[in-house]
């Protein structure tokens, strides 16, 4: 149920910023909108605020939505209201109109970005484990609890960060310079190959095959110290490395708070290193009850977790780059995918988003608007393509009309059209197959 709930109310999303996009340009342009009907098919609910004005309408089949226009279709328009009909606009105004739609749902993934840059995103700290052996990643040298700071010289503070780039870069081929920062604090400056993966392995754990793993057991460094608390008054800060307790290594972070646990009230010496520097300090952790057993507590949390978040003009700056840069991906995954440099296996369709949607929806509201983001940048990408009877396929015809001074004859329309239907046929019945071959396949 959250899946089927998740996935409609992503689609009403989408679809009611994309064509309240088209409403508001036309009636910008002094155009009449005859109908707003979210869905197709048998009207549900219909509602005319004013006598002749625009029906709002909810159709029984959710999985699209249009705004009829006056005169859209070259129909009879009555001469005291034929300045209120599409077909009697200028190139210009009609251009705008059609290229509105897309453009709001751009509009839509940079309002998303924006909000979550500037409220905060948390994600996981891209801490490596030790590279299976002969991958990628263990040719290049890379170590255990080695984090990915840099790719190719843009910060990347996430897992979702270096998944994202990575497979950018996997798109163009060739190797990328990754800056990572190993267990003694130390910075350095690695090449990674990427060969061994292409973009079929795109839809699959391409990390893996290059040999980055998330590490199942991080390293004794400090992310977080509360104020206040016993490790706060003691002097430890965050990103401090604990190396020893009472003179006894400590070899991870579940090392380090076993240690901690185990000698509730009992003053602690720690050896840590902060900033490549060696200090002794001593710490007693708090009594505290868990379960009907005595446990100690210092207040302090592991270097996993990452905000990412920023000021409101840098939030824009990123939200923008977010959108172009994912834009830019789809076309190149698209283009990859029409010469066959790309499988068409990475094509999703309506099957796999719901799951999506349900798998994002279940862990939270943050990557539930993350995924909301990107399909409405995917729409507005799609929408945008030069294929009849899309948006882009309109746009394509008034090109043609600018040029050539006229516009498209009614018969290259009538055949672009059937063309465009069969085109959308072939990619939603490709999609569709690779969606039961997802769920139900070996």
Same mark, same amino acid.
């Given at each position: ?19 309240? /996009? ?17 869905? %197709? ?22 999985? /699209?939505? %249009? ?10 328009? $009555? ?95 060739? $190797? ?34 290059? &040999? ?63 900033? /490549? ?31 990412? @978040? ?38 999703? /369709? ?41 948006? &882009? ?23 672009? @059209? ?21 769920? %139900?396949?070996?």
């Amino acid at each position: 149920m959250l899946t089927v709930a998740a996935f409609l109310l992503a689609l009403v999303v989408l679809i009611v910023f994309h064509e309240y /996009g088209h409403y508001l340009a036309a009636r910008l342009c002094g155009v009449k909108v005859l109908r707003f009907s979210v869905g %197709f098919g048998k009207p549900l609910l219909l509602k005319q605020f004013t006598p002749g004005g625009t029906e709002w309408v909810v159709a029984s089949i959710p999985l /699209g939505g %249009f705004v009829k226009m006056l005169g859209e279709q070259d129909d009879k328009v $009555a001469p005291e209201e034929s300045v209120f009909a599409f077909n009697r606009q200028s190139l210009a105004k009609r251009f705008f109109i059609v290229a509105a739609g897309p453009l709001a749902n751009f509009l839509l993934a940079i309002l998303l970005y924006w909000g979550l840059f500037v409220s905060g995103m948390p994600g996981q700290r891209a801490i490596l484990e030790l590279p299976a052996a002969g991958t990628a990643a263990a040719r290049a040298g890379i170590e255990r609890w080695e984090t990915i700071e840099k790719i190719d010289g843009v910060p990347t503070a996430t897992w979702e960060e270096v998944n994202w780039r990575l497979a950018q870069k996997i798109v163009e081929g060739g $190797a990328v310079e990754l800056t990572l920062r190993n267990a003694q604090d130390q910075a350095r400056v690695k090449q990674l190959n990427l060969d061994a993966v292409t973009g079929d392995d795109l839809d699959r754990d391409f990390l893996s095959k290059l &040999g980055l793993a998330p590490a199942k057991h991080v390293q004794a460094r400090l992310g977080k110290v509360l104020p206040e608390s016993p490790a706060a008054l003691a002097g430890l800060q965050a990103g401090d490395i604990v190396r020893a307790i009472d003179g006894k290594p400590i070899g991870d972070w579940n090392g380090f708070t076993e240690q901690i646990r185990a000698k509730p009230g009992q003053r602690v010496r720690l050896e840590v290193t902060r900033e /490549g520097r060696t200090l002794p300090l001593a710490v007693t952790p708090k009594r505290e009850q868990v379960g009907g057993k005595e446990i100690g507590r210092i207040g302090v949390a592991p270097d996993v977790l990452v905000m990412v @978040q920023y000021p409101l003009g840098q939030a824009l700056s990123h939200a923008l780059a977010k959108c172009w840069d994912t834009s830019v991906f789809s076309l190149q995954m698209l283009g990859r995918m029409i010469t066959g440099d790309v499988s068409w296996r990475n094509l999703s /369709g309506p099957l796999t988003i719901a799951q999506v949607a349900g798998e994002t929806a279940h862990i939270g509201w943050l990557p539930y608007l993350i995924f909301i983001a990107l399909v409405s940048i995917s729409l507005g990408v799609i929408n945008l393509l030069p294929v009849p009877i899309l948006d &882009g396929g309109h746009l394509m015809y008034y090109i043609v009309e600018f040029i050539k001074g006229s516009p498209v004859s009614s018969q290259a329309m009538d055949i672009g @059209q059937r063309v465009g239907i069969a085109v959308l046929v072939l990619l939603m019945s490709v999609a569709l197959y690779n969606d039961i071959v997802r769920q %139900f396949g070996p």
